[in-house]
């Protein structure tokens, strides 16, 4: 007999960007010689600070359960570098680690919303913030925003959004997909109407802020002079930072009854992160800051790089961004036109024809929230990225 998926699933839609990894990797399998610009993650290894650590905690025998929220140490670590970073006075119990950044946003949202509640999302936005909103019985509500406001929430739009059910804005800086993150002046305004409205909590989504060309750390709303501590949930990790994706290590800040609701929530579900990533997310935190350096200034240059031969393209147009590792390129100038009699309506119909003829992977800006737009992702060698970009020139070049 068929086993139907639950009703609690049957709408939840797949990561698209994790769907396409594995076309990528089947791609491979066929032996193409495929490029992926779709990755979320770094291309370097684990720094070996982290990697030593994870190593000796499992020689040492740490290889148990831990607190539902994390080990001590790492808590004091994580409320540690939040105080440094923005003057706060955040003690252990504000914090609660989980299996990675994904897990904590699903964790921390089980533990704020209620269902019929309001979640306010900037468009274009991380695609898994919608499902988690629905996964906990709330429903989104998606402001679009605009490229002449490099697609960041203005304090007019936020104003605008704001009803009865409103509980929730997801703010992300540097934001994937874009790239782009809010100065402070900007955050400083955004903060005056978030006040007004005691209400509404914000869940500022901090996993690239320290991957920012121009900041050690990212300009945050804990700086804007406003008292935003009980309405304001920090999201963050090791996964991108630290080149720790497969660790699986993130953490919530905030409101400790908050913190505690979500031990509650892991305790029964996922138990507790994994006991050895939690030394080696301890040792990245503590000691990781000197190599992220290096690993800045390599994105750097292939953003530099890369800029200026993506906006060579016809019918391409992207604006330099300030973070993360992600150009969010425009490609509806190639809409309209075909490829061997195959129509270009839409990013889909661009990403799927690149990928089925020139072997390229990106992802279409659907997903995201905004068509007419592509994430590409220049986590990767100077040399693919060339021939990513000659791909891409061949493709455009053919279409009528
Ligand atoms: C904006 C954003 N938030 C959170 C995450 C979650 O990171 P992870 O679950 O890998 O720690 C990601 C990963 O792609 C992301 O892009």
Known sequence: MKVTPSKNVQNIEASPTLVLVSKAKELMRQGKDVISLSVGEPDWPTMDVAKKAGIESIEQNFTKYTPATGILPLREAIAQQVNDDFGTQYQPENVATATGGKFVIYSLLYSLLNSGDEVLIPSPYWVSYPSIVQLCGATSKIITTSEQNQFKLTPDLLEKA??????????????????????????????????????????????????????????????????????????????????????????????????????????????????????????????GEPELKTCIELLRQRRDHVFPLLNHLPGVNVLKPDGAFYMWTNVSGCFGKSYKGQPIQCSQDFAQLLLENYSVVVVPGEPFGQDGYIRISYALQKERMNEAVDRMAKFIDELV
């Open 162 to 287: 704001i009803g009865p059910k409103t509980r929730l804005l997801l703010l992300n800086s540097p934001s994937n997909p874009t790239g782009f993150l809010y100065t402070q002046e900007e955050l400083n305004e955004l903060a005056k109407v978030i006040v007004k409205h005691p209400q509404l909590l914000v869940m500022s989504d901090d996993i690239y802020n320290r991957l920012s060309f121009d900041h050690k750390v990212a300009p945050h709303l804990l700086q804007s002079g406003q008292d935003l501590s009980s309405q304001l949930f920090i999201v963050n990790g090791v996964s991108k930072t630290y080149s720790m994706t497969g660790w699986r290590i993130g953490w919530a800040v905030g409101d400790s009854a908050i913190m505690s609701a979500m031990g509650k929530l892991q305790s029964q579900t996922t138990s507790s992160a994994c006991s050895v990533s939690q030394k080696a997310a301890l040792a990245a935190i503590q000691h």
